[in-house]
């Protein structure tokens, strides 16, 4: 019977060193190692950030949160919500050694900033994260002095929940209900005025088709009335070509003869030519005959001047006076 109590006690104890031994071994050296406390002030509500929730830095688990608590102003009646975080100083190298609180300003004034970010999108529970935003600025409350506080910034949702806030959802849904309401009203007038207008367009359809077969038998009649005075042209082009043909003969004749006449006519002017050239017996006659011609008729009107002087000339005779 006593020794029962031995074997017990002796497992209790063996229990206690496992345990201790799986502390260390999965704690990583919590208990034993150095960390640093700082404090942020997120401008938002921190709901569903619970007391041991992560502190990461691009994914590498870096601290977690150790408390959160209300500080209210009985002056102002503001409240402030400091959350304080553990940083475990083997995990954050600066300027290769170990973190410590007196490194935070360096790190502040590099661009390092605390957020708020979702940890599970089932649960809601959200974690803070730190990175390095140089493009904000470091906005501080400065409540407590004697723990270095890192500046935060709004976290994703929380600014778009923000810009959204700041849209007038309210007049928004109402220009765009009268939107919808003038668009059912301009399709209901639409669909009025269409239905007279495809009837419309129905009837001119039947119409440019009646047109278009009429047209279509007009031309059909055109092209045999072409067709028959196509044939009747040929004919007349025909004979014309026939004729043609039977009167080359004497075309040819005709043309021959009056070929001779004009070879004729150019002797008798040749010759004629010959007559009349200077120093020709023909000429010579030619100039007698005007000169007798000419004494004539100086002899004639001396006659007549003597009648109209002496009218009883042709009785008595021409005097020698």
Do not use: C
């Not at 002030?41 to 502190?55: I, K, M, Q, R, T």
């Not at 083997?90 to 300003?105: L, T």
């Not at 038998?217 to 045999?224: C, D, I, N, Y």
């Not at 004009?262 to 040749?270: R, T």
């Amino acid at each position: 019977m006593s020794a029962k109590p031995a074997v017990v006690g002796g497992f209790i104890l063996g229990a206690l060193a496992l345990a201790a031994a799986a502390i260390l071994f999965f704690g990583g050296g919590r208990w034993f190692g150095s960390r640093e406390r700082v404090v942020v002030y997120f401008p938002e509500s921190v709901a569903n950030l619970d007391v041991g929730a992560p502190v990461t830095f691009n994914g590498v688990r870096i601290g977690s949160v150790e408390s959160i608590s209300v500080h209210v102003s009985a002056h102002t009646l503001a409240a402030r919500i400091p959350v304080y975080l553990q940083i475990d100083s083997r995990r954050v190298i600066w300027e290769g050694r170990p973190f410590s609180g007196g490194d935070n300003e360096d790190l502040v004034k590099a661009g390092l900033r605390a957020q708020l970010a979702l940890q599970s999108m089932i649960t809601g529970q959200q974690r803070v994260d730190f990175l390095f935003r140089p493009d904000t600025p470091a906005n501080r409350v400065g409540g407590n002095t004697d723990v270095p506080e890192v500046p935060a910034i709004p976290s994703e949702f929380g600014t778009l929940r923000s810009q959204l806030s700041g849209l007038q959802l309210r007049e928004l849904t109402e220009t765009a209900q009268r939107t919808l309401t003038s668009i059912d009203k301009l399709a209901t007038h639409v669909d009025a005025a269409v239905d007279p207008l495809v009837a419309r367009v129905a009837r001119v359809t039947d119409a440019a088709t009646h047109t278009l077969g009429t047209a279509d038998e007009a031309v059909r009649k055109l092209q045999g009335d072409a067709s028959v005075a196509l044939h009747d042209l040929d004919g007349l082009l025909v004979a014309a070509h026939q004729q043609v043909d039977g009167l080359g003969g004497e075309l040819g004749h005709s043309l021959a003869s009056f070929d001779r006449t004009m070879q004729k006519s150019q002797v008798l002017l040749d010759s004629l030519n010959g007559m009349t050239e200077p120093g020709s017996e023909l000429r010579g006659d030619l100039q007698a005959t005007v000169r007798d011609l000419a004494a004539s008729a100086s002899s004639l009107r001396n006659f007549s001047e003597t009648l109209e002087r002496h009218p009883n000339a042709l009785v008595m005779g021409r005097s020698n006076q």
